[in-house]
Structures are given as structure tokens and as C-alpha cells.
T-cell receptor, first 116, second 112 residues
Framework: NAGVTQTPKFHILKIGQSMTLQCTQD?????MYWYRQDPGMGLKLIYY???????DKGEVPNGYNVSRSTTEDFPLRLELAAPSQTSVYFC???????????????FGQGTRLTVV | QQQVKQSPQSLIVQKGGISIINCAYE??????FPWYQQFPGKGPALLIA?????SEKKEGRFTISFNKSAKQFSLHIMDSQPGDSATYFC???????????FGKGTTLSVSS
């Protein structure tokens, strides 16, 4: 059982380039999230999805896009990368049970992205 | 605005001592309060969590105390060990599960 898998683990991107961070989960979770973690700032929610075909903005969505074509995959797209997007990115997933209660959120190992 | 405030930012405790980390929240719609533990180079992992209908939850050496009226909750680590050295995040989630809001984290160092 792999859980939440993120690729790549590390990447260096030049200013203005684009890239996609991959996230896949094998737990059949309906909820998926993207967070970024900056030193001393905790984790900030970028985007989330409550199911295939449904996505919505979190706290810090500017400069990012997401899609959710399948239950398993939730890629995060960076267009026109900027130095401010240098961060560690975490993907997470959870499952909404009956009676509206979610399971805990399971996190991937993270992608460390540097924009130079 | 910061919806979940966490303190202290860093903490040094001797082996065998008690580590205490505090959090305060603003939104009364939050209904789930987890604590996550994160080791360097790893993703956060759930340590212990509580819902607002109880005032305390204990799992081994880890205890959450919850004060609904004060909108505060805290993590107590008893008999702290060097292996507990990590960054700890408190968080709060709304009922729909669409928002898990994190505190800024506390770096705990347990000296042997």
C-alpha cells in the first residue's frame, strides 16, 4: 500500500518555466489537497478537490492550477514559475465517511522545488 | 488573518521532561483538531486528534487538552525522548473537510 506518492522529490526550475508536480493516491480517497510549506510559516492550502472533476481554490492559489480527471491523480501545475514559488509542496488525501466525517489527511513525502 | 495560532515557535526539553505546545483558533465552525508530527525530509504524519465534544484525549505519552470556551487546545508530551525531536503542527478542520488550517509549527528538541 503506497499511500500518497509525489514526484519528483526535488526539482530546480528556471524563472518563467512551467512544470507539473505529480500526486497519486491508492487509497480510493475522494478528497485531495495541495499545500506548500515555507520555513516558519506552516502549511498553506493551495487547492483542493472533493472528487473527480471538482476542484476549488485554497488560501494561496495564485500562480497555480490543478485538475482532477481521476480519483487517484491530482497534479499541480505551475505556469511562469517565479522565485516566490520556491517551497516544499505536499499533496494529501482523505476520505469523507458517512455522516460527513472525514478521515485523517495522509500526506506524501513532498516535492522540494527551487525556482532560480 | 491567522486562523490557528501556535506557540512556542521552538522548544528545548530535557529527556524525561514534559513538552507542552499550545494552539488557539478563531473559527467556531472547526470540528476536528489534529496534531501532526514532521521529521526532516518527510511529510507530516498524524500524531493524535480530538473533536470538540471531549476535553482530553490521551494516547500513550501524548495528550491533547481541549478548552472549547477559550478556543484553545494543547499537546502534552510526557517523558519526552530524543526520538520525539521533530516539528509539531496543530491544525483545525471545518466540518466539510475542505479546509485543514495549520499553525506555523513548533520545533521540539529533546536533549539527552
Amino acid at each position: 500500500n503506497a499511500g500518497v506518492t509525489q514526484t519528483p522529490k526535488f526539482h530546480i526550475l528556471k524563472i518563467g518555466q512551467s512544470m507539473t508536480l505529480q500526486c497519486t493516491q491508492d487509497m480510493n480517497h475522494n478528497y485531495m489537497y495541495w499545500y506548500r510549506q515555507d520555513p516558519g510559516m506552516g502549511l498553506k492550502l493551495i487547492y483542493y478537490s472533493v472528487g473527480a472533476g471538482i476542484t476549488d481554490k485554497g488560501e494561496v492559489p495564485n500562480g497555480y492550477n490543478v485538475s482532477r480527471s481521476t480519483t487517484e491523480d491530482f497534479p499541480l501545475r505551475l505556469e511562469l514559475a517565479a522565485p516566490s514559488q520556491t517551497s516544499v509542496y505536499f499533496c494529501a488525501s482523505s476520505y469523507l465517511k458517512n455522516r460527513g466525517r472525514n478521515t485523517e489527511a495522509f500526506f506524501g513525502q513532498g516535492t522540494r522545488l527551487t525556482v532560480v | 488573518q491567522q486562523q490557528v495560532k501556535q506557540s512556542p515557535q521552538s522548544l528545548i526539553v530535557q529527556k524525561g521532561g514534559i513538552s507542552i505546545i499550545n494552539c488557539a483558533y478563531e473559527n467556531t465552525a472547526f470540528d476536528y483538531f489534529p496534531w501532526y508530527q514532521q521529521f526532516p525530509g518527510k511529510g507530516p504524519a498524524l500524531l493524535i486528534a480530538i473533536r470538540p465534544d471531549v476535553s482530553e484525549k490521551k494516547e500513550g505519552r501524548f495528550t491533547i487538552s481541549f478548552n472549547k470556551s477559550a478556543k484553545q487546545f494543547s499537546l502534552h508530551i510526557m517523558d519526552s525522548q530524543p526520538g520525539d525531536s521533530a516539528t509539531y503542527f496543530c491544525a483545525a478542520r471545518n466540518q466539510a473537510g475542505t479546509a485543514l488550517i495549520f499553525g506555523k509549527g513548533t520545533t521540539l528538541s529533546v536533549s539527552s
